[in-house]
């Protein structure tokens, strides 16, 4: 049984609502990607060696360092898998698991420089997939 009510149209009226819904899903694939491509370019940047967050070796800083590095690699895991999955569901199409592992591999590239970001990304990022599958199944 559908949970949206159908609506009875006369034949002279037009039904906008679900282009309406298409066009904001639409908008919500491109902000997504926007966000997640955003979130490349700062990750790159940051694990990359290019941008410094904090010049003083002090293990406070050092820990907060990583942890941002680690959550800009794992938000744009999230966005990007947002986008794609949104994007296939308005095309018709399952996410399938070529995909996740494509976004997975690339998002462990980001921090192949720091063997700490690498296994903090890693558990985070086998966390979220087993998060996703989980929520999938039910």
Do not use: C, W
């Not at 050092?62 to 895991?77: A, C, E, G, N, P």
Request: hydrophobic residues 50%.
């Amino acid at each position: 049984m559908s949970k949206i009510k159908k609506e009875n149209l006369k034949s002279g009226t037009v039904n906008r609502k679900p282009k309406l819904k298409e066009k904001s899903a639409y908008r919500s694939v491109i902000l997504s990607a926007v966000i997640g491509g955003l979130l490349l370019i700062i990750s790159i940047l940051l694990n990359g060696g290019y941008l410094s967050l904090f010049a003083s070796e002090h293990i406070l800083f050092q820990t907060l360092d990583t942890t941002i590095k680690v959550l800009v690699i794992l938000f744009f895991f999230i966005f990007m898998t947002i986008s794609i999955g949104n994007y296939k569901e308005l095309t018709g199409k399952p996410l399938d698991l070529k995909l996740i592992v494509i976004i997975f591999i690339f998002s462990l590239i980001q921090s192949f420089r720091d063997s700490i970001v690498f296994s903090f990304s890693f558990i985070g990022l086998l966390m979220i997939i087993v998060y996703l599958f989980l929520v999938q199944e039910n």
